[in-house]
């Protein structure tokens, strides 16, 4: 069974940083994409980053919203199967629900993020 729970989540100032974690279990396919998204209130969900996982457990960050690109980096740490998203320089209109998401094989299109944890919130006060 799959299992993907994110922390990290909280209330910052504008400009202020804040690291989301995802652990992931139970995910046997050893190339594997995951991403984080985000989702606030009255908005589509849009995908924030994503990081292909090789085989051998190399991560190769392969997808940032133009909104993300120089603040925001996607890391993971295979011996911890975990995923990190550094947020930096963080705006009001980053305030959302982060969701962690996972594909089971090595496709990195949005369609194909079947695995979702059960987010953690963004709040960002200006």
């Known amino acids: 069974q799959v299992e993907l729970v994110e922390s990290g989540g909280g209330s910052v100032q504008t400009g202020g940083s804040l690291r989301l974690s995802c652990a992931a279990s139970?995910?046997?396919?050893?190339?594997?994409?995951m991403g984080w998204f985000r989702q606030a209130p009255g908005k589509e969900r849009e995908r924030v980053a994503s990081i292909y996982i090789t085989s051998s457990g190399q991560g190769i960050p392969g997808y940032y919203a133009d909104s993300a690109k120089g603040r925001f980096t996607i890391s993971q740490d295979n011996a911890k199967n975990t995923v990190y998203l550094q947020m930096n320089s963080l705006k009001p209109e980053d305030s959302a629900m982060y969701y962690c998401?996972?594909?089971?094989?090595?496709?990195?299109?949005?369609?194909?993020?079947?695995?979702w944890g059960q987010g953690t919130q963004v709040i960002v006060s200006s």
């Open positions: 998401a996972a594909t089971s094989g090595g496709s990195c299109r949005s369609s194909d993020f079947g695995y």
């Open positions: 139970g995910i046997t396919y050893r190339q594997k994409c």
